[in-house]
């Protein structure tokens, strides 16, 4: 497993690597609150405190589309610097809840490449990212596929 550099065209990405992101986030009450009012969800799970208190998770839990969002932003930083287009998010899973305080690492590994007969400036890369919390709990899982500039179309333009 490794952190992947600057630069990460498509030629760089190969079925099989598991990268581990170098920044990791703390998610805070003001993520949940604001962004999942933003979004309309209401939903008593992530606003109401003393009903919560009588569940199994014992507070309230932070939004799954704020954990999705965070991972995917972690792992941005080395899978969408030279993203041309991002084709798709499916297969996602919340495995445990996150809650405030929580503080999330994301990993990716590469799942599938293929060229774009269509364009040769550009391929398409699948990855699976995952979420995980400070207590090793994977929190998010999901795979992403990104249309990613070839290194060789760069240098020439």
Excluded: C, W
């Amino acid at each position: 497993m490794s952190i992947t550099a600057s630069d990460n065209y498509f030629e760089d990405f190969e079925v099989g690597s598991l990268f581990q992101h170098a920044r990791g986030r703390t998610v805070t009450e003001m993520d949940n609150v604001l962004i999942t009012l933003m979004a309309m969800n209401t939903a008593q799970g992530h606003f109401n405190e003393l009903s919560m208190k009588e569940t199994d998770f014992g507070q309230r839990i932070v939004f799954g589309g704020i954990t999705a969002s965070i991972v995917i932003g972690l792992a941005s930083q080395d899978t969408a610097e030279h993203a041309v287009e991002e084709k798709g998010l499916d297969k996602i899973r919340f495995s445990s809840p996150v809650f405030h305080g929580d503080t999330l690492h994301a990993f990716t590994e590469v799942i599938g490449t293929e060229p774009l007969p269509s364009r040769v400036d550009a391929g398409i890369v699948r990855f699976r990212h995952y979420g995980v919390n400070q207590r090793d709990q994977i929190v998010f899982e999901g795979e992403r596929t990104v249309v990613i500039s070839r290194r060789d179309h760069a240098a020439s333009t």
